[in-house]
């Protein structure tokens, strides 16, 4: 079913396409195809309609991402491709009434235009910078970098008095089961029913600070405590410890691929702006009554400058709230 309506930016963009083909002359259905492998979906009018222009339609949508695949087939690709569709059409009918002659159209369609060429401006720097060994070099830089943190895999017992944890300890002394007790007299009920397993491998970093303090010395095999935590005490069991495993390249590939986009669309920026004249001709923001003001003497806010956090798992902003319960990794 086509869409009844069509965005106002895709019939600009349409009615650009549209100027570019009249200015061409008319093509009929033997048209060469845009690009290697690109296949006819549609014919408007004798025009065709590529299977390049659904994709395109549906990136700037923001439906797939740009080189993602787009299967003709698929419900998406048909809806995509009646919206593009009902943009030729309203451009043709545009043209018919001469919208394009009006000076407020050619306003919008140069500026249409022009944010077509800086994009593909960016997408030719992004292609030529953004490679392969470019991606494999930061990494490899990055991973000589990262911190590698040990982690361990425990299981604990949470009680409401040290005595209770003292009484229980004497009991695993004496050969009771560690898991048995976790599910019979924890008070966590998080970890109780696995048999107090606090969740798989996990580093101190993100550990409540009591565990932080009784578990940084801690070896496999032993066991710790009891040690006050928020809601009672504490029993763990430390079972493995290890080396964490720095993340991998496909893992670390799309944070990277970002930044050097970001990296480099920004030196390209910064060149064009450095080389050109650009006055900028508003006066100072008017001044609101009651409005907060800037203390003269603050110092200019920096430009934010990212790096890459790819070569090794990203650590927490903030610690979480102490509890009973650790976060699981």
């Given at each position: ?33 845009p690009q290697a ?19 395109r339609e549906a ?271």
């Amino acid at each position: 079913m086509k869409t009844a309506t069509t965005g106002v930016w895709g019939v600009i963009a349409a009615l650009t396409v549209a100027l570019t083909m009249t200015a061409c002359g008319r093509q009929e259905g033997n048209e060469k195809p845009p690009q290697a492998g690109d296949a006819a979906v549609a014919r408007i009018d004798g025009k065709t309609v590529w299977a390049s222009d659904v994709k395109r339609e549906a990136v700037a949508q923001g439906l797939i991402s740009e080189g993602e695949p787009l299967d003709t087939s698929s419900d998406l690709f048909r809806r995509v491709m009646d919206e593009v569709v009902d943009q030729k059409l309203l451009a043709a009918e545009a043209l018919v009434k001469k919208l394009d002659r009006d000076p407020v159209a050619q306003r919008r369609l140069a500026a249409a235009r022009e944010r077509i060429l800086g994009d593909m401006l960016v997408e030719s720097v992004v292609e030529k910078a953004v490679t392969p060994n470019a991606i494999r070099d930061l990494y490899q830089e990055q991973l000589k970098l990262s911190k590698v943190s040990e982690e361990l895999k425990a299981r604990q017992i949470v009680v409401a008095s040290q005595a209770d944890a003292e009484q229980i300890k004497k009991l695993l002394a004496a050969g009771a089961s560690f898991e048995a007790l976790a599910m019979e007299r924890s008070a966590d009920t998080a970890t109780r029913f696995s048999g107090g397993d606090i969740g798989g491998y996990f580093t101190l970093d993100v550990m409540p600070e009591p565990y932080v303090v009784a578990l940084k010395d801690a070896q496999p095999g032993s066991l710790v405590g009891p040690f006050a935590v928020e809601g009672g005490w504490a029993l763990v069991k430390v079972e493995e410890k290890r080396q964490e495993a720095p993340i991998t390249f496909e893992a670390a590939r799309p944070q990277i691929v970002r930044f050097l986009t970001y990296d480099k669309v920004r030196d390209l920026l910064e060149k064009l702006r450095a080389e050109a004249r650009v006055e900028v001709l508003l006066g100072k923001p008017q001044e609101v009554p009651g409005a907060p003001r800037e203390p003269a003497s603050a110092p200019p806010a920096p430009t934010p400058t990212p790096a890459p956090t790819t070569a090794a798992p990203a650590t927490p902003a903030a610690k979480p709230a102490p509890s009973t319960t650790p976060a699981k990794k």
